[in-house]
C-alpha cells in the first residue's frame, strides 16, 4: 500500500465550478497535510495546510481533514484557468524528520 | 528573499557518465532536501540534512548517489554511474529547522539519461 494515494485521473472543470480532489494516506499516525501546486516544468509551491480534523478554508481554496477516514480533500471554488496545474498532496509521518511524503499528484484543467 | 537556487538547470549525460547537481538553500535555513522527481509521479524524497549531518537517506541508492552538505549551507548531490532509470527532475527543497516547518523548493534540475 503506497503511502499516500492520489487514484484519480485527470480533472476538467469549466470555469468558475468547483474542482475537487481526495487523496487517502496509509499511515495512521500521520500528523501534518499539505496541498502543493505544480505548474508544468516548475516546481511544487505550497498552497494548503492542515493539521486538525475538520476544514480549513484560504482564499478560494478550502482543504479538509478526516482523520478517522484518513483523508485529505482539497476544494477550489470559482476555478479560473491559472488553476490548470498538477495537485500533490503531501503527508508528514509522525516521528518523521520534516519527511514528506507525496502523493502522484493530480491533474486539473480548467476549461473557459 | 531569495529562493532556493539550483544549477544546472537541464543536463543530458551517456549511461554510466557521472553528473553533479547543485543547490543553495535560502538564507538561514537549517535543513537541506533532495528530491527525485520521475515524470507523472509525485516527489520522492532522497536525502535530508541538518545543518551539515545526514537526518534522513534512507532511499538514497548509496551504490551511485552521493550527497554532501559540507558547510550546512549548499550541498551538491552526484550520481556516478548513472543509469537510464535515473533521468527525472532533481529538486531541492530547504526549511527552518523544526518538525513541521514549510518547504520551499528550488527550480529543479532535468536529467535526461541517454
Partial sequence: QKEVEQNSGPLSVPEGAI??????????????????????????????SIYS???KEDGRF??????????VSLLIRDSQPSD???YLCAVNRLGGNNRLAFGKGNQVVVIP | EAGVAQSPRYKIIEKRQSVAFW?????????????????????????????????????????????ERLKGVDSTLKIQPAKLE???VYLCASSLAGAVDTQYFGPGTRLTVL
Fill in chain 1, 19 to 48: 474542482a475537487s480532489l481526495n487523496c487517502t494516506y496509509s499511515d495512521r499516525g500521520s500528523q501534518s497535510f499539505f496541498w502543493y501546486r505544480q505548474y508544468s516544468g516548475k516546481s511544487p509551491e505550497l498552497i494548503m
Fill in chain 1, 53 to 55: 480534523n475538520g476544514d
Fill in chain 1, 62 to 71: 478550502t482543504a479538509q481533514l478526516n482523520k478517522a477516514s484518513q483523508y
Fill in chain 1, 84 to 86: 490548470s496545474a498538477t
Fill in chain 2, 23 to 67: 543547490c543553495n538553500p535560502i538564507s538561514g535555513h537549517a535543513t537541506l532536501y533532495w528530491y527525485q522527481q520521475i515524470l507523472g509521479q509525485g516527489p520522492k524524497l532522497l536525502i535530508q540534512f541538518q545543518n551539515n549531518g545526514v537526518v534522513d537517506d534512507s532511499q538514497l541508492p548509496k551504490d551511485r548517489f552521493s550527497a
Fill in chain 2, 86 to 88: 535515473d533521468s527525472a
